[in-house]
Nanobody, 122 residues
Framework: VQLQASGGGSEQAGGSLRLSCVAS????????MGWFRQAPGKEREFVAA????????YYVDSLKGRFTISRDNAKNTVYLQMNSLKPEDTAVYYC????????????????WGQGTQVTVSS
């Protein structure tokens, strides 16, 4: 499966952005999906994940209530709605996929998109 992330950009603190990740390839709807982010000089960190059915979602505790992950299997797309943005949300955001595994560890995911830049100014 190939992943293409989009929707990043520049936003002021308090604003919102919605990231999209479109998957190409067969059987997308059977893949668990995740979002990660990497700020300059920092490790790539987990943001959110969703199971193939959309029935279960996972979030890093610090982002619960501000970020929401969802998916539309008919459109082969997973979304990350980001609200009340803060300057510390500035990072490159990556989507990831795996047929079997899901969780917070980036090693669980076999496929990765190219990333989309999010910049939040104060």
């Amino acid at each position: 499966v190939q992943l293409q992330a989009s929707g990043g950009g520049s936003e002021q603190a308090g604003g919102s952005l919605r990231l999209s990740c479109v998957a190409s390839g067969r059987a997308y709807s059977t893949y668990n999906m995740g979002w990660f982010r990497q700020a300059p000089g920092k490790e790539r960190e987990f943001v959110a994940a969703i199971t193939w059915s959309g029935g279960t979602t996972y979030y890093v505790d610090s982002l619960k209530g501000r970020f929401t992950i969802s998916r539309d299997n008919a459109k082969n797309t997973v979304y990350l709605q980001m609200n009340s943005l803060k300057p510390e949300d500035t990072a490159v955001y990556y989507c990831a996929a795996d047929r079997v595994r899901v969780g917070q560890d980036r090693s669980l995911y076999a496929y990765w998109g190219q990333g989309t830049q999010v910049t939040v100014s104060s």
